[in-house]
T-cell receptor
């Protein structure tokens, strides 16, 4: 079955360490997204990528970095510069983000819960 | 600019009674609207979407939503709640610019937690 795989499901890190969250999709989707979810705040966009080797900052990109070297993969690095990294991180993909595919819905992974102490 | 407001942070119903989750939106041009459901510690699953076709949209699991432009609303309803409907629900808007193209971003509401009592 096609889908999005996020790993690990739970991740624990010490303050000051960088950590990379994995996201892989086999849906052949062009667009991929990273969201952060905090209780009572909905989802906030961190980064998105519409095509390989290209990505754009979302609303809360500070302290995060991404790469899109392959269509299937969109890893997110949470750096030590992120002031409050403990959160639930969701990766998503869609057929496209512009043109006649802009109405295509997002498909989500099951998330990674990051705890930094 | 676009925004979405879910009017209730929590809704509690009894099994077998109707469900109403309210959502108002603002968008400069013709929006696309979505409802997603999230069960605990899971990703989001699409329930239904409105993309300028029929104003009454039917989704999965018996849910439906009606797009009302005059009221800028997109409320989610279900005639009879089931225990398995207990989850958090998100209303989402994707707007377009004057040229009719999207800039690839969605705006999520704050979420409504639905509790279903036996």
């Amino acid at each position: 079955d096609g889908g999005i795989t996020q790993s690990p499901k739970y991740l624990f890190r010490k303050e000051g360490q960088n950590v990379t969250l994995s996201c892989e999709q086999n849906l052949n989707h062009d667009a991929m997204y990273w969201y952060r979810q905090d209780p009572g705040q909905g989802l906030r966009l961190i980064y998105y990528s519409q095509i390989v080797n290209d990505f754009q900052k979302g609303d809360i990109a500070e302290g995060y970095s991404v790469s899109r070297e392959k269509k299937e993969s969109f890893p997110l690095t949470v750096t030590s510069a992120q002031k409050n990294p403990t959160a639930f991180y969701l990766c998503a993909s869609s057929k496209g983000a512009k043109g006649n595919t802009y109405n295509s819905p997002l498909h989500f992974g099951n998330g990674t819960r990051l705890t930094v102490t | 600019a676009q925004s979405v407001t879910q009017l209730d942070s929590h809704v509690s119903v009894s099994e077998g009674t109707p469900v109403l989750l309210r959502c108002n939106y603002s968008s400069s041009y013709s929006p696309s609207l979505f409802w997603y459901v999230q069960h605990p510690n899971k990703g989001l699953q699409l329930l239904l979407k409105y993309t300028s076709a029929a104003t009454l949209v039917k989704g999965i699991n018996g849910f439906e939503a009606e797009f009302k432009k005059s009221e800028t609303s997109f409320h989610l309803t279900k005639p009879s709640a089931h225990m398995s409907d207990a989850a958090e629900y998100f209303c989402v808007v994707r707007g377009t610019n004057a040229g009719g193209t999207s800039y690839g971003k969605l705006t999520f509401g704050q979420g409504t937690i639905l509790t279903v009592h036996p």
